[in-house]
């Protein structure tokens, strides 16, 4: 819980988006996240395969590709590194993703 309030809080304030979108489960993160990105038909794809049971293993592995690429270009449209993304993937080391985006929220370009 206190993950989900800390990225909303962090992620809308780089957007054009109203910053109450940044709250609604899953629509909001992922509107502000491709807005910054530059990613606009990513989100609608992988909504689109969630949909489909078949492919649910399969798509847990391409989620995590997605998600990797997804914030690694949001790092670098916002002038920071993009390997910061890798962080994010790595257990016992989340804790060092989560400060990279509170820089990359709160920080000065």
């Not at 819980?1 to 629509?27: C, H, Q, T």
């Not at 992922?30 to 078949?54: C, E, K, Q």
Request: no cysteine; glycine share 8%; charged share 10%.
């Amino acid at each position: 819980m206190l993950y989900y309030i800390y990225l909303s809080i962090a992620r809308r304030g780089k957007s054009k988006y109203a910053p109450g979108i940044a709250w609604i489960p899953l629509v909001g993160p992922a509107l502000i996240a491709s807005d910054i990105a530059g990613m606009h038909w990513w989100p609608v794809l992988l909504l689109i395969g969630l949909v489909v049971p078949v492919v649910g293993p399969i798509l847990l592995l391409v989620f995590v590709i997605f998600f990797v690429i997804w914030m690694w270009k949001t790092f670098e449209a916002l002038d920071k590194p993009g390997w910061w993304a890798i962080f994010a993937i790595i257990p016992l080391l989340n804790i060092v993703y989560l400060i990279f985006v509170g820089i990359a929220a709160w920080g000065k370009k």
